[in-house]
């Protein structure tokens, strides 16, 4: 048991939250699923709106005080529809998990079947089966089934779906709700191309765009609700500049049932300061995003094409590597996954490890797996171009490849980040990215 006093825990607390931001600041963060959000976004989320409740639809609400709340979510929703062009939205969701929950739950029942992308080829833990405690399975009592996967092209195999599909109509298990997106997520899926044949079974068909909903917004991906999507999940702070959060964007005649998934049936308070910076974000995105996408996916070719060419096997190479912020590299060669990610965070650079096709087939678990994950999308939003692209793919190399002293590194990579701690694609950047500010 700890013996330290209240007051030195608080102390210590803060304490790691300085020293967190200023490790970040002297890093190369490139998680994927992660982004920096701008000094606007980050205001909205210490103002007071972090204490209020709001329960229910603006200007319908349960509770009184919600007089700027109201008028700041009608904004937000507002933005939102202009920025996906969607009829309908829900601004709500606290989280992508809990956006792919209310999407479970007001379009299946438990027991029905979904299709989704398994782990290995792309999947995420929210779409994923009861026995390896994926939301869907376990949550909302759906059964899995998982899309043919074209580990050449990394994407949805559409003649070996349509297949699939048949056979389980024989075997009477159509699935409800079929499920695209991912979380390593290199090309556009076969939205388009599989749409109307599903539809054609009456399932409702869900993108997940959780990771590329900000390249979505700039127009530099493919566009799931105009290719046959009856909706869109996604994350609101991974390509796309928002705090942490989710969202639900869809067509109006399922506005109702997905309203009432949303409340009261996966969130009580649906965490109004991060409502309002979502709004912020939006704007942004409306003003910024578009130079932004484009950068993001310059980048991540760069970043690619970088590290292919210094010895690692980067995976997509018959497609160019990548069309979205994400790099996938095959680290076998050099290790395992795990240990590379760990060798990586000493010389502070944050990757994190990553399941490719073959891995479960070949005995290779999550904790060792063959492969790591890199996005590009923080980097872009500090400013980076191509050119310090080939700088970061060196970094890499000489920790991967040339097993440098990492400490050594970290230090040149501190150096690196000096002149990239602003965000940029923002109206107003004042303090830096990673500034700790003190309102104690
Ligand atoms: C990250 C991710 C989510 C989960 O998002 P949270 O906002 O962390 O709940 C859902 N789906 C996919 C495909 C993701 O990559």
Redesign the pocket.
């Known amino acids: 048991m700890s013996r330290s006093s209240p007051r030195s825990s608080y102390n210590e607390v803060l304490s790691m939250l300085k020293t967190h931001n200023q490790w970040f600041a002297n890093s190369i963060p490139l998680i994927?699923?992660e982004n920096v959000t701008s000094p606007a976004v980050r205001e909205a989320t210490i103002s007071d709106f972090a204490n209020r409740y709001a329960e229910g639809w603006p200007g319908e609400r349960v509770y009184a005080g919600c007089i700027y709340i109201d008028e700041v979510e009608f904004k937000c929703m507002e933005l939102a529809k202009k920025l996906f062009k969607a009829e309908f939205v829900d601004v709500r969701p606290?989280?992508?998990?809990?956006?792919?929950l209310a999407i479970y739950s007001a379009f299946s029942n438990p027991g029905d079947t979904m299709m989704a992308p398994s782990i290995p080829s792309?999947?995420?833990?929210?779409?994923g089966k009861k026995e390896h405690a994926g939301t869907a399975g376990l949550v909302h009592g759906l059964d899995i089934e998982f899309y043919p996967f074209d580990a050449e092209e990394m994407t949805i195999d559409v003649d070996k779906t349509k297949e699939k599909v048949k056979e389980l109509e024989k075997a009477g298990k159509i699935p409800k709700l079929a499920m695209f997106?991912?979380?390593v997520?290199l090309f556009p899926h076969p939205v388009k191309e599989l749409a109307d044949f599903l539809k054609s079974y009456n399932m409702f068909v869900n993108y997940?765009?959780?990771?590329v909903a900000g390249l979505i917004a700039g127009g530099q991906f493919q566009d799931p609700l105009r290719e046959g999507a009856d909706a869109m999940?996604?994350?609101?702070?991974?390509t796309l500049f928002g705090p942490?959060?989710?969202m639900v964007c869809s067509f109006e005649k399922y506005g109702e049932s997905i309203k009432k998934a949303t409340f009261p049936g996966m969130t009580s308070n649906h965490h109004l300061h991060h409502m309002a910076g979502k709004a912020i974000a939006y704007a942004e995105m409306l003003e910024f995003g578009k130079k932004y996408a484009v950068q993001v996916i310059k980048n991540a070719k760069a970043l690619a094409e970088a590290l292919n060419s210094s010895g690692f096997t980067v995976l997509g190479e018959k497609r160019g590597f990548t069309k979205s912020h994400q790099i996938v590299v095959n680290v076998l060669s050099f290790g395992d996954g795990g240990t590379i990610e760990a060798d990586l965070e000493k010389a502070n650079i944050i990757v994190n490890r990553q399941l490719i096709p073959g891995d479960i087939k070949a005995g290779r678990n999550y904790f060792h797996p063959g492969g790591m994950r890199l996005g590009v999308a923080e980097l872009t939003r500090l400013g980076m171009k191509e050119s310090n692209m080939k700088q970061v793919a060196e970094f890499i190399k000489k920790v991967v490849i040339d097993k440098k002293d990492k400490k050594k590194i970290a230090l040149e990579v501190k150096k690196f980040r000096k002149d990239f701690q602003k965000v940029r694609y923002c109206f107003e950047s004042k303090h830096g990215g990673y500034d700790y500010i003190k309102i104690r």
């Open positions: 994927a699923s606290i989280s992508g998990v809990v956006a792919n792309g999947g995420h833990i929210s779409h997106g991912g979380s997520f997940d765009g959780a990771h999940t996604m994350s609101t702070h991974k942490q959060g989710g």
